[in-house]
């Protein structure tokens, strides 16, 4: 009797934890959670000061209640840590219990509980799914991030050579020249730069129209694209590995319909035997 009250609680919860109005209800909550991050970065009255710290109080419990009961649906428990976004989850629940005032851990706890707007990504599957592409990304990136450096190590020391006498400020080494140029890679008024050197060297205009083409558009496009490739073999690894599960799961529902026919062959041939 009392397996069976746990089983149907589990059953219970585990439909609870995984319905859609819940999380949408989860996700309101992480809304109005960063709201009142926000909220407390204004001078209020008191009395609304007070209603937000008690709105905060509930949201942090109501965390904590949202983590175990997810925690008590796992079908799993061993392995429910294992899933770095329950961790993550995790970390910032129980580090938003820490008390935040008259401590010297409240730096630690205020951004802990800014930090659990972040949850909005371990809790929306599509946002978990952009942010596991990026990582797996980051090598990649990592690489043309060095040959990026290669290419402003290079035109720097090119420019610290030829405009260091027009401008020292800006061209006077090789690292205010990478400076110069990141400035110039991100359109801050790269227009004024190029005049003054134009002035002493008229076609240096090529130095800059070469470095943007190679930073802005090259480099830049490289990234998106490594981005989305990895994307799309997150996208077909995803719908390859539900093909395989829909599949182990035909083949299980066809061997218990096997069973369940042979089954009834031999009530059928036990019916008959007794007949003759």
């Not at 990478?178 to 002493?200: I, K, Q």
Request: charged residues 20%.
């Amino acid at each position: 009797m009392e397996t069976s009250r746990s089983e149907s609680l589990f059953t219970t919860m585990k439909r609870i934890e995984r319905s859609a109005w819940f999380q949408g209800f989860i996700i309101s909550i992480i809304i109005v959670a960063a709201l009142t991050v926000g909220a407390k970065t204004y001078s209020l009255p008191y009395g609304i000061d007070k209603a937000i710290n008690y709105l905060d109080n509930f949201i942090t419990v109501f965390f904590l209640v949202e983590l175990s009961l997810r925690f008590f649906a796992c079908d799993d428990k061993r392995h429910f840590f294992k899933d770095p976004w329950n961790l993550f989850d995790t970390v910032i629940v129980i580090g938003s219990l820490m008390p935040i005032s008259e401590t010297e851990m409240i730096l630690v706890a205020r951004l802990l509980r800014v930090f659990r707007v972040l949850r909005l990504v371990s809790i929306i599957p599509d946002l978990r799914f952009l942010i596991n592409a990026l990582l797996k990304a980051i090598p990649k990136m990592g690489y043309i991030a060095l040959l990026m450096f290669i290419i402003f190590y290079i035109f720097a020391a090119v420019g610290s050579i030829f405009f260091h006498q027009v401008n020292e400020t800006l061209w006077g080494d090789i690292a205010i020249s990478m400076l110069t140029l990141f400035r110039v890679a991100t359109f801050e008024d790269w227009t004024d730069v190029m005049y003054e050197t134009m002035e002493v060297y008229p076609f240096s205009w090529i130095f800059y129209i070469i470095f943007i083409f190679l930073t802005a558009f090259v480099f830049l496009n490289m990234m998106v694209g490594v981005v989305l490739d990895v994307m799309t073999r997150e996208t077909a690894e995803e719908e390859h590995e539900n093909q395989e599960n829909n599949h182990h799961a035909l083949v299980a529902q066809i061997s218990e319909l096997q069973a369940q026919v042979a089954r009834l062959a031999d009530k059928i041939d036990e019916k008959h035997d007794r007949k003759e």
